[in-house]
């Protein structure tokens, strides 16, 4: 009898994007307030014909631009880049990146992406929260420090950030991002 054996060959990309219930889920209470106050008035027989009309278009037009940009948005990891699709798409290469942590922004986590001038990067994907949630967001934050950690090249060096390199005091560990005291 033959056993074949089937190599696992890594990936040679991973794209992650919003999924499509948190591109529209953070404007849905909006959308059932206004669309329940033209319902309320209708019933109430006001003469809403061609008002209820607009809104239901209007608001129906922006969940299908919320649908069609939230898939556009996110990060596509490569071997030597991360390519963040934002409104305007910006690579970063790996060997620039100096750490890769979760924030928390209005209300909700999201994964940073710190290079060596002392830019930052927020990314759009992936992102947890109220009316985001995402069960999967440790797993891809870890999966996008793995990534950088694996492709960031053997002459990769800490370099310590801006204001650091300035004036200040001694950086611990080895750490530009850990906290002074």
């Known amino acids: 009898m033959e056993q074949s054996q089937v190599v696992a060959r890594p990936p040679e990309r991973i794209r992650y994007r919003s999924a499509l219930l948190q591109s529209v889920l ?81 209300g909700a986590r999201t994964v940073v992406i710190y290079e060596a001038g002392g830019r930052r990067t927020r990314l759009r994907a992936p992102i947890t929260g109220f009316l985001r949630w995402d069960r999967g967001f440790e797993e891809k934050f870890q999966t996008i420090g793995k990534w ?26 080895g750490n530009p991002f850990a906290s002074p005291t």
């Not at 209470?29 to 209820?52: N, R």
């Not at 390519?83 to 924030?103: G, M």
């Not at 002459?155 to 001694?170: I, K, N, Y």
């Open 26 to 106: 953070p404007v849905l209470p909006l959308l059932v307030v206004v669309w329940g106050t033209k319902v309320w008035e209708w019933m109430s027989w006001k003469p809403v014909g061609a008002e209820m009309t607009e809104s239901f278009g209007l608001w129906g037009a922006t969940l299908l631009a919320l649908l069609i940009a939230g898939q556009y948005f996110g990060v596509t990891l490569t071997e030597s880049t991360a390519i963040v699709h934002n409104l305007r798409r910006r690579t970063i290469q790996w060997s620039n990146v100096q750490a890769i942590c979760v924030e928390g922004f209005q």
């Open 148 to 173: 950088w950690q694996d492709h960031r090249g053997p002459d990769w060096t800490p370099v310590p950030p801006p204001a650091a390199q300035l004036s200040g005091p001694p950086i611990p560990d």
